[in-house]
């Protein structure tokens, strides 16, 4: 372990440690120092500090984040603090990204990566380190509590399939550290009010669970948003307990929904449904604890479902599942949509189209 120095932050950031004790009770660990520096070009602005979390464990987060160059300093989950890429350079921790009309946030913001998930508590000893940390790179670089934001606040998506238009909502990679009673620990005071982005039509809302978590009820949503646009509110529940298996339908994963708080111990049961955003499906028992893990949100969880078949000429739904093939409780899956049997137009049932129905 040692202090930081000149090698590792600009000399503003030396006069710091001279001038507060609190920064100089930081202390960096070099071991994961990125072979990746010497490539690194010098930033030409700082105006952001992005705060990442890693989605995965410090074991296997710091050796990637280090041999790809992906971020400035990484705290692991006892509060270590190590140093990827000379916070002077660019590192490449931000994607496709936008704020304020600028992209490419790599060119004008340091990356915090933290070891954990963006709907996990952070440790004690992690807040602590990232709060000290925090002060330091705002002194350095004269930023205020509003230029430290999440790394989903200034991550935005392309257009697609599913949503016509640029969008905010690509990522839910640190969303935690918007909500007031985290940032208070964090020593910080105020949030930025609302997505200026958004409120400049550049961009529209795809998630709103993520846009409350960001801006709080309703606040976000200043811009027209397309026709179909249906806000729906979800409360972001860190550490929530799981919730209550549904008698039927089914439960979306989301960011107060995971898998396991769906499911519960039936999570890798044969009769456990998992449908992807993408339109594919599978039961629990052909996916691995780190797939659970991984499912994207979006993806339908179906509860006591058996894979009844897919239609075919010689195999119409009434061959397949008999009498069940209208219940509202029989779901076909048609481009990508879960479709009850009661709602499903016969017409638009195309060969290939799997049923899935209620296990007796």
Request: charged share 20%; aromatic share 8%.
């Amino acid at each position: 372990m040692f202090h930081f120095n000149i090698k590792h932050l600009s000399l503003a950031a030396s006069v710091c440690l001279v001038a507060s004790s609190a920064c100089a009770a930081i202390k960096v660990n070099g071991s994961y120092f990125s072979p990746r520096n010497k490539e690194r070009e010098k930033r030409p602005a700082t105006t952001l500090l992005t705060l990442h979390t890693t989605e995965a464990p410090s074991v296997s987060a710091l050796r990637k984040l280090s041999e790809m160059g992906e971020c400035h300093y990484c705290i692991d989950e006892a509060g270590r603090v190590y140093s990827i890429i000379d916070p002077r350079r660019i590192a490449f921790h931000s994607g496709r990204s936008m704020w304020s009309g600028k992209q490419e946030a790599d060119n004008f913001a340091i990356g915090i990566e933290v070891c954990g998930y963006h709907n996990k508590p952070l440790s004690v000893a992690q807040t602590q380190s990232l709060k000290e940390l925090i002060a330091l790179i705002k002194t350095t670089y004269k930023l205020t509590d509003a230029q430290v934001v999440p790394h989903s606040q200034i991550a935005y998506g392309a257009p697609n399939k599913w949503q016509p238009r640029s969008h905010r909502g690509r990522k839910r990679c640190g969303m935690q550290f918007a909500m007031p009673s985290i940032r208070t620990k964090l020593g910080l005071k105020s949030r930025p009010p609302r997505d200026p982005d958004v409120v400049a039509k550049r961009l529209v809302i795809a998630d709103p669970a993520l846009a409350e978590v960001l801006y709080g009820k309703m606040s976000a949503f200043t811009a027209p948003q397309p026709k179909d646009y249906e806000p729906k509110s979800i409360s972001p529940m860190i550490g929530k307990k799981p919730s209550a298996r549904p008698s039927s339908g089914y439960q979306t994963i989301g960011v107060s929904n995971r898998a396991q708080d769906i499911a519960g111990k039936a999570v890798r049961s044969s009769t456990t449904l998992y449908v992807y955003p993408n339109g594919r499906y599978s039961t629990g028992n052909l996916l691995t604890s780190g797939a659970i893990l991984k499912l994207p949100y979006g993806t339908k969880v179906l509860l006591d479902y058996l894979v009844a078949g897919s239609v075919s000429s010689q195999r119409p739904p009434l061959l397949i599942c008999g009498s069940k093939w209208k219940l509202p409780s029989t779901y076909y899956l048609l481009n990508g949509a879960l479709i009850p049997g009661n709602m499903v137009d016969d017409s638009k049932i195309y060969t290939g189209t799997p049923i899935f129905v209620r296990k007796d």
